[in-house]
């Protein structure tokens, strides 16, 4: 029998070997906008407090781990503006009906799919959306609540992964029936995250099974390292940078240690630019404590169908075990390969999914998009999407 599939897949990539053999002056044209939502999600009930420190914040945190088992939730409303940006290829596309949603990590913004805001050849090179967009794909990435020029809900018992999840479900519904880009709706979408943003992925997956129609799980494994985490010098926003953040609840924190940010989300020494880790550090936006107290509580996604793909750097010392290297150069992350390895666990989640894989890309950290090797995982990224989206 004649395989129609492959045919679509091959025209698609030929479609696009030959778009990008084109030199193109700008890969998108681009649009930020402010999505206003209501949204309910049933949360963990964290009762605020009152942190000053780095110890507070270190007890806090520990003991709410601590006691995720014995946690009592509630149901909450809440209103927010989601801002977001907007990015569509410049010429034709075969990917008209498809959309990727963009969900960015702890301390981070949209700019994490834009090289941090880099310009020129820094865009090029750690940019998804300049990458996504020459491939013929429209993205909307987003300020997750709490971040950037979105609204900051109380960051105890309302700024969690269920919020998180209830936003993504409502704008991949809005992008379906034309609501957010004016006379443009999608068939498709594709649900992008990239660390506390893939653990919303699989949130969403597990509490809204029909919200996206592919899931890519990046900078993510079945564990995550939390006393790593904490080595990050975790301290309350305002009294941390009190001049970008001093009207924030003590809820909202950032990460006071270059050194320490460094070991949690890049590879050894020679995988990055320390120039961009510390940019990175410098612009960083916050985590909130109920993000943290409703991280490792992943679901299972019994009902979702769709593909899922899981791409995590080698040395991803956040998700993965670490250890010394031998030269003291600094720590490596070992995810490791195979049906053990922690990437490869995440299968668990998705009894139903149409196709499961993973990569395990060689020299790259944490923070993906941050590595000289940065465009190898955009490639591994958008082949699949070819496959299993066009």
């Known amino acids: 029998m004649f395989n129609f599939q492959y045919l679509k897949v091959a025209l698609c990539t030929l479609f696009i070997s030959s778009s990008l053999s084109k030199a193109w002056d700008s890969p998108a044209d681009c649009s930020d906008l402010v999505i206003p939502l209501r949204v309910s999600s049933w949360n963990r009930q964290v009762e605020d407090s009152v942190l000053t420190n780095g ?27 989601i801002s977001a940006r907007y990015c569509e290829p410049i010429g034709p596309s075969p990917r008209r009906d498809a959309i990727q949603l963009l969900v960015h990590g702890i301390t981070y913004t949209k700019d994490y799919w834009f090289a941090l805001g880099m310009p020129g050849v820094q865009s090029r090179l750690y940019s998804w959306v300049d990458f996504a967009t020459r491939r013929g794909y429209a993205t909307l990435s987003i300020d997750r609540a709490g971040d950037g020029a979105s609204s900051r809900p109380n960051p105890f018992h309302t700024d969690q992964i269920p919020l998180h999840a209830a936003v993504a479900n409502q704008i991949a519904a809005q992008l379906k029936r034309g ?84 070991k949690a989300f890049y590879g050894r020494n020679s995988t990055f630019d320390p120039r961009v880790s510390a940019l990175d550090f410098d612009i960083q936006q916050t985590v909130s404590v109920g993000e943290m107290a409703t991280a490792s509580l992943a679901k299972v996604a019994t009902n979702y169908s769709g593909p899922v793909t899981v791409i995590t750097g080698d040395q991803d010392a956040t998700f993965c075990f670490v250890n010394e290297t031998s030269d003291g150069s600094g720590p490596g992350g070992e995810c490791g390969q195979g049906k053990t390895s922690g990437p490869a666990r995440v299968s668990s989640l998705f009894p139903a999914a149409t196709s499961f894989s993973v990569t395990v890309l060689d020299n790259i950290g944490h923070c993906i998009n941050l590595h000289y090797e940065a465009i190898v995982a955009y490639a591994v990224a958008h082949d699949w999407m070819d496959e299993h989206v066009c």
Do not use: C
């Open 179 to 262: 609501q957010i880009i004016h006379g443009r709706s999608f068939e498709k979408v594709i649900y992008v995250g990239h660390s506390l943003g893939s653990m919303i992925g699989v949130e969403l997956a597990a509490t809204y099974p029909d919200a996206v129609d592919a899931l890519m799980l990046t900078g993510y494994a079945a564990e995550s390292d939390t006393p790593l985490i904490l080595e990050t010098g975790l301290l309350p926003a305002k009294e941390a940078l009190p001049a970008r953040f001093g009207s924030l609840d003590d809820g909202y924190l950032v990460t006071s240690s270059l050194p320490g940010r460094q």
């Open 55 to 81: 110890s507070s914040v270190i007890a806090l945190v520990s003991e709410l781990a601590l006691t995720s088992n014995s946690s009592t939730w509630a149901y909450e409303s809440t209103a927010l503006n």
